[in-house]
């Protein structure tokens, strides 16, 4: 037994001391024409080496430096591959039954460049086993199916003898990606390198395991790792059922070159959507392409998202997509995915069918999601300063060109500032108008570029501007760009609002058809304009609006139709006590009414039972029309009427209007028979009428009454009783009185007689 002992360690240390000898006695060299002849075939490339030899130090088999396989000419010159070294490690004992295993495949910083042309070909087409040829190729007509069947099988197997290899290293490896295809005319570099990667037990039937690291563009340092193992890859390679076990994590991907490698992505997306900046990702799959279970996260808090001027997720603002993925076939099912950005959180789950044209089936949905913030993503809610939450929950349905969709918003309370124009006092709107118990629905379809939905809100109560207001509720439509509002009714300042119209929301032209009820015109004045104090009532009208403008403002308001104000109260003015001092204060009357003048009402408000009439609105001017007042309030002059046309310029904020005052039959009569010459006034009712005037302005109005009219019609009076007085002094016979029958008709007139009559006429 010892001596056999002895025999195996001689034999061993024989083997050693021949293994340690070897590399330095044994000049692989030589053959070094031989070895490029052997690989040449299997490459269809030009290759060459600088040098070969044995190596024990780091385990037995060959090392080869300055390995070089030249780019196919079509795409150039240069090298398709440029390695420092390739150390080839056989296992020992194989040796002794004169078998080659190969037990280790280690490539040393290897260069490797990648071409995609303007034909989107690529540079290692041609290096694929099935187009290899053998170096007993004839290229005779006759035997070329043949030659290609044998050279497809050299390259299949020179492909499974690769995968002999247990153990493949490749360290610190460079991969230049030359994009020529994209854009075309142009030619873009990528660069991932510090590339290491290494698979373990490496073979047909079994599972590879694999490990790679790398970094890609834009890194620091290696940002791109996959662990995992693949296969096993069978004889029949086939890449859709090949099982996959890997975990991927990546940080610091540059967004710009991702898009750029595939255009697609913009495409998917909406056309003003712009992005940039850095993204990480964790991915854990399992399966092969027909039957994948994924999940991971994607974080986008490096990156800065807009969507054309109206939101922008700018750097450092939390965003992350959360996605729980299942694909069989050409189907996807989420079970589900999350968004979450800044307070959002939004699920989503169903199903994508059929990926070469897509069907989906997708439920999305938040949380009670806070309104904090937002107004520094969203530019346009930064004037309305939100406050509160929201719920959304939505269905889609269909495919790209033919899609449902059903949308739900609900609040439990959702607070905004309105805007305020610069004419409007700044104390109208100290406080936040907000919505409590708020719900919206809407329903679209959507088929090629055309969209088409209907839709409804409820508000149960809230505050317009301080303004309480209940039951709030709209009905509309849409399509494409043009928002149809069916309905639309509130009850606020305790009264009822109601509302028609249509709103192009591409332009934000709108056309509207109010219909007002029994609001409190106080109140409403004081909350909605600058002019609180001054006006009272119950206010009622319809009309139409709309901010087409004109010729001298585009975008302004315009606005016609008719309005009533019941028990109403001008705060500022007393219309008929001022109109009737002035009647008074004439001379040739004052002495008939002085008494009269003295009893006048000392305040200055206007009262009546209700005011009616039409109006139309533009370029910042309303012109009355038929505006009546009746039954305007006083101590002495009871029911009276006025009725007013004219002009209010809201621009300059003043008056000009006209109209008359119309005093009641019993007051004309009394104020007649005090001062005579006013019978002059008196129209075919009996009723006394004074033109007036009103000018000043809306804060300051000042009524005026047309003196030189009244002057000239009592004037008129005064002459016409006197030339009365002189017919009779002539024998002028009275208005009315019939002449006698039988009477002189020879008789000759009097031509003073003829004038006096023209004049008494």
Request: charged fraction near 25%; glycine fraction near 8%; charge should be negative.
């Amino acid at each position: 037994m010892k001596k056999i002992v002895i025999i195996v360690l001689s034999i061993v240390f024989g083997l050693f001391v021949c293994a340690a000898v070897a590399p330095f006695v044994i000049d692989l060299n030589k053959h070094k024409g031989k070895i490029i002849e052997i690989a040449k075939p299997y490459l269809a490339r030009d290759l060459d080496f600088t040098g070969i030899k044995l190596s024990i130090v780091k385990g037995l088999g060959v090392e080869i430096e300055g390995l070089r396989i030249a780019e196919n000419p079509a795409f150039g010159k240069g090298d398709f591959l440029d390695m420092g070294r390739l150390r080839v490690k056989v296992k020992f004992l194989p040796l002794l039954r004169k078998e080659i295993e190969v037990k280790e495949l280690i490539l040393d910083k290897p260069v490797i460049q990648l071409i995609k042309n303007a034909k989107g070909e690529f540079n290692f087409n041609d290096l694929m086993g099935s187009q290899a040829k053998g170096p007993e190729d004839t290229g005779d007509a006759a035997k070329e199916g043949k030659e290609d069947k044998k050279a497809g099988e050299r390259g299949e197997d020179a492909l499974f003898a690769g995968l002999a290899v247990s153990t493949f290293t490749l360290l610190q490896g460079r991969i230049d990606f030359v994009d020529e295809f994209t854009q075309q005319g142009t030619a873009t570099t990528t660069t991932i390198d510090q590339l290491d990667i290494k698979l373990s037990d490496v073979s047909l039937d079994k599972p590879i395991h694999l490990s790679m690291a790398a970094r890609l563009p834009d890194g620091t340092k290696q940002n791109f790792t996959i662990q995992g193992t693949m296969g096993p890859l069978e004889k029949t390679i086939d890449m859709n059922r090949l099982f996959m076990d890997i975990a991927l994590q990546a940080k610091d991907l540059n967004v710009d070159r991702i898009v750029a490698l595939y255009p697609s992505i913009r495409e998917m997306l909406p056309k003003d959507t712009n992005f940039s900046g850095l993204l990480g990702m964790e991915m854990v799959s399992k399966g092969n392409i027909d039957n994948l279970d994924a999940h991971g996260t994607i974080d986008l808090k490096n990156m800065d998202i807009a969507y054309g001027e109206t939101f922008r997720k700018p750097k450092l603002v939390p965003c992350q997509v959360s996605f729980n993925a299942r694909k069989t076939g050409e189907d996807i099912q989420l079970d589900p995915s999350i968004v979450t950005m800044h307070t959002l959180s939004l699920t989503a789950s169903g199903k994508v069918s059929n990926l070469n044209d897509p069907h989906f089936d997708l439920s999305m949905g938040t949380g009670d999601t806070s309104l904090k913030g937002w107004e520094s993503l969203v530019s346009s809610l930064k004037e309305y300063e939100p406050e509160g939450s929201f719920i959304l929950q939505t269905t889609v349905k269909g495919t790209l060109k033919d899609a449902a969709a059903e949308v739900q918003l609900s609040s439990p309370r959702l607070a905004f500032k309105l805007p305020l124009s610069a004419e409007n006092d700044q104390s109208a709107a100290a406080g936040k108008s907000f919505f409590e118990s708020m719900n919206m629905k809407v329903q679209a379809v959507k088929k090629n570029d055309d969209i088409k939905g209907t839709g409804s809100l409820e508000v149960k109560t809230g505050e317009i501007q301080a303004a309480a207001f209940e039951k709030m509720q709209a009905q509309f439509d849409y399509q494409n760009d043009i928002l149809g509002i069916q309905g639309f009714q509130v009850h606020i300042l305790q009264g009822d609002i109601s509302m028609t119209g249509v709103v192009e929301t591409g332009e934000m032209q709108w056309n509207v058809k109010p219909v007002v009820k029994n609001i409190n015109m106080a109140e409403a004045v004081d909350k909605f304009t600058q002019y609180a104090g001054l006006f009272k009532g119950t206010f009622s009208g319809s009309f139409t609006a709309n901010n087409s403008g004109d010729d001298k403002q585009k975008g302004g308001l315009n606005a016609s139709g008719s309005f009533q104000i019941d028990q109403g109260e001008i705060m500022n003015v007393n219309l008929v006590d001022t109109i009737m001092e002035s009647l008074v204060g004439i001379k040739g009357i004052s002495t008939f009414l002085k008494k009269e003048g003295s009893q006048l009402e000392k305040q200055e408000i206007t009262r009546f039972d209700s005011m009616n009439g039409d109006f139309s609105m533009a370029s910042n001017t309303i012109n009355l029309k038929k505006v009546a007042l009746h039954n305007i309030h006083t101590v002495e002059a009871t029911s009276t009427d006025a009725l007013i046309n004219g002009l209010i310029d809201f621009f300059t904020n003043k008056l000009d209007m006209k109209g008359k005052i119309v005093l009641s039959p019993e007051y004309s009569a009394k104020l007649a028979k005090k001062a005579e010459p006013l019978n002059a006034l008196l129209d075919a009712e009996s009723r006394m009428v004074l033109p007036i005037s009103v000018v000043g302005s809306l804060v300051k109005p000042v009524p005026l009454l047309d003196i030189p009219y009244v002057t000239s019609a009592t004037t008129k009076y005064y002459g016409k009783k006197e030339l009365e007085k002189l017919g009779e002094k002539i024998g002028l016979p009275k208005k009315g009185d019939k002449e006698q029958k039988g009477g002189d008709h020879n008789q000759k007139e009097s031509p003073l007689g003829n004038i006096l009559k023209d004049i008494l006429k």
